[in-house]
């Protein structure tokens, strides 16, 4: 399979000298694909999405999405990126949520109702269209998070790339998130980059991982083989998931069992336990 997002060995050098880096393993993305980027604070997760959305150069290493250099293709590329930041109190501009979710597709230049039509549609499928009339600042964080998430997806771009999207929401705005994001990517196979701190969303999100520390991608796989590694995520300062811990702590007491990534997978386990038991 090609891959349409390549980065090796990414070395970056900001104005007060600090130098990052994304060694290690090579990043690829491949279309369709969904992609969490986990690592401590520091660790090179931004500087990485800021080189692939093209607004960083690179000192050295090699970036590449659709065989083009991001930063200086960046008004071609943009076109086929949907972004959104840690702070979306930085990102929304708009006077009104509506002006704020249409501003891309004004910038395009197309008629006011295809326009209005695109907004609308992307504001119902994100059950935001209550609020297309209201200040952006008077809303509360997870639907601030939806209003940026809106104005990214209007052009329905062929990659979506969010910076830490589960950042002070609650349980119920986290889910609701996710429910979005997946159905995005499932509707219109549009890939997913997405850094996060929240290990235990990762399972229902992520196809591929990816774990950067000190400047290297020191793994790469699914939630099942990234969670196995515990001495790396230990040295990486990031923590398993509640299930992955709760069920290595049940194998730790003697209790045969694999460890689940998913609350579906946890409740089958811990269903298959009840009845053994209850059989014997």
Do not use: W
Not at 186 to 207: E, K
Not at 228 to 234: D, N, R
């Amino acid at each position: 399979m090609e891959h349409i997002i390549k980065v090796d060995c990414l070395k970056h050098i900001y104005p007060d000298k600090t130098e990052v880096r994304a060694c290690g393993l090579a990043f690829t993305v491949n279309k369709g694909e969904r992609v969490i980027i986990l690592g401590p604070n520091g660790a090179g997760k931004t500087t990485l999405l800021n080189h692939i959305i093209g607004l960083l150069k690179p000192v050295d290493g090699q970036v590449e999405v659709l065989g083009m250099s991001p930063y200086e293709n960046f008004n071609k590329l943009r076109k086929h990126m949907g972004v959104v930041f840690q702070n979306v109190d930085e990102q929304i501009i708009g006077p009104k949520v509506y002006d704020d979710i249409a501003f891309t597709a004004r910038s395009e230049g197309l008629k006011k109702d295809v326009v209005d039509k695109l907004a609308l549609d992307i504001a119902r499928k994100l059950c935001i269209e209550h609020l297309l009339d209201k200040i952006p600042h008077y809303l509360s964080g997870g639907q601030k998070k939806k209003v940026a998430l809106a104005g990214a997806l209007i052009m329905k771009p062929d990659f979506l790339i969010l910076d830490e999207p589960f950042d002070s929401l609650d349980a119920k705005s986290k889910k609701e998130i996710i429910q979005i994001l997946n159905t995005v990517n499932q509707d219109y196979n549009t890939t997913l980059i997405i850094t996060t701190h929240d290990v235990n969303v990762v399972p229902s999100i992520a196809d591929t991982i990816y774990v950067i520390n000190s400047g290297e991608i020191v793994i790469k796989g699914d939630a099942a083989h990234v969670f196995s590694q515990l001495e790396v995520l230990k040295d990486a300062s990031i923590d398993k998931p509640i299930l992955s811990e709760l069920f290595f702590q049940l194998q730790q007491s003697g209790i045969e069992v694999d460890i689940p990534f998913s609350i579906e997978e946890a409740k089958d386990k811990i269903i298959d336990m009840i009845n053994e038991g209850q059989r014997v």
